[in-house]
């Protein structure tokens, strides 16, 4: 087959749907050398540029003339059947929640991934406009795609509950995290790591941007109830006004000293961070799908984790769950842990058991199904 990918956010996303189109593009290359694999991308980040090894059966295609370099997103979402069609591409997966224009109308066979529709369950977290444009995308995508790939049960059922989609037109496909979460981290790598940031000896890890639904401040406040100095917390993530908030809570409650933020991080890095840390906690009240979970898992680290949406699936038996407004409840989870070294070996165990239920090989075979069906 040939097979077409909207590569955009592997070439010039760091994160989030980034990783996710990075992982399945490395994963099918992988696992299926035999078909040949097209990224059209209106443009690259420079630092992943060469993301991908140069290999016979891979062909990046970007914008060539000057009125498409121009107009690279129009290109994007207008032009990109045209260049399909070019080049006799079979299936297209559009590896972020939306497809372009008019593919519906041609012979290629669409297939789009949805990743969550936070946007419709908690509007207040965006503005009017975005909210709008995320909805018209979105629900043009799954109407007009031959078939959509959620990657978690929740979404399933949050596509099947606002878009009134048939069911049988939904396959539930997992995600893996980036291929670097495998790998075990020198002590150099360590210890290089905590310089550079500036990290306590011992501490909890929360991962993701700084946002009222990741809910950093639910954890600010079960630290404060522990009264144990002891507790170190790093924060990782992009700041945003909810981080006000965070940072009133700390010297109100003379927590300087127990709390460390790290705004911009080297992806490479986050490794050797979770490595680190004594264990890692998401609370957060929403998630399509909760990577930050699985890279624990993968790091060998143990969870607290939220009990809601997908986490729970991502998490399995291998986590601490409570209540994101359990404050009572995530503070006894975290004194546990921090007190009890074979409480965490157990949960570690746990993981490694959990993460292995999240399989590459077997997530390409599902969707190469999907794309012969």
């Known amino acids: 087959m040939r097979i077409g990918f909207d590569a955009k956010r592997a070439f010039n996303n760091h994160t989030g749907l980034g990783n996710y189109s990075r992982f399945v593009i490395d994963s099918l290359l992988t696992f299926f050398p035999q078909h040949e694999y097209y990224l059209f991308t209106p443009g690259f980040d420079s630092q992943l540029k060469d993301y991908f090894a140069s290999r016979p059966n891979l062909h990046i295609v970007s914008p060539e003339g000057i009125i498409d370099k121009t107009f690279a997103s129009a290109w994007r979402s207008l032009g990109l059947v045209k260049e399909l069609e070019k080049y006799k591409i079979d299936v297209f997966h559009g590896l972020s929640n939306e497809l372009p224009n008019g593919i519906e109308q041609s012979s290629i066979k669409s297939i789009v991934s949805i990743h969550d529709l936070i946007f419709l369950r908690y509007p207040d977290y965006y503005n009017n406009i975005d909210a709008y ?100 917390l790093v924060v990782v993530g992009k700041a945003t006004e909810y981080k006000k908030l965070l940072d009133e809570f700390i010297i109100t409650n003379n927590m300087q000293q127990q709390i460390t933020f790290v705004p911009k991080l080297d992806f490479a890095d986050l490794p050797a961070i979770f490595q680190l840390a004594n264990c890692a906690i998401y609370i957060s009240e929403f998630e399509g799908f909760g990577i930050p979970v699985l890279e624990a898992l993968r790091c060998e680290v143990p969870n607290i984790a939220s009990n809601v949406s997908s986490i729970p699936e991502v998490a399995g038996d291998a986590a601490l769950l409570c209540s994101p407004t359990d404050v009572q409840t995530l503070a006894k989870h975290m004194a546990h842990v921090h007190s009890n070294p074979a409480l965490r070996l157990d949960l570690i165990e746990k993981g490694k058991q959990q993460a292995e239920k999240i399989n590459p090989q077997h997530i390409a075979e599902d969707l190469i199904k999907i794309y012969s069906a």
């Not at 980036?178 to 905590?194: A, L, P, R, T």
């Not at 990290?199 to 009264?227: C, D, H, M, W, Y």
């Open 133 to 232: 444009i995320y909805k018209k995308k979105f629900k043009n995508a799954c109407e007009h795609a031959t078939h959509i790939v959620s990657v978690s049960e929740q979404t399933k059922q949050d596509i099947i509950s606002y878009f009134h989609t048939n069911p049988s037109k939904i396959s539930m496909v997992y995600q893996d995290c980036d291929k670097q979460f495998y790998e075990k981290q020198s002590e150099s790598k360590k210890q290089n790591v905590i310089n550079k940031y500036n990290l306590p000896e011992q501490f909890f890890l929360t991962v993701g941007t700084i946002e009222k639904r990741k809910n950093q401040l639910s954890i600010l406040k079960a630290i404060a109830s522990l009264k144990d100095t002891s507790i170190k």
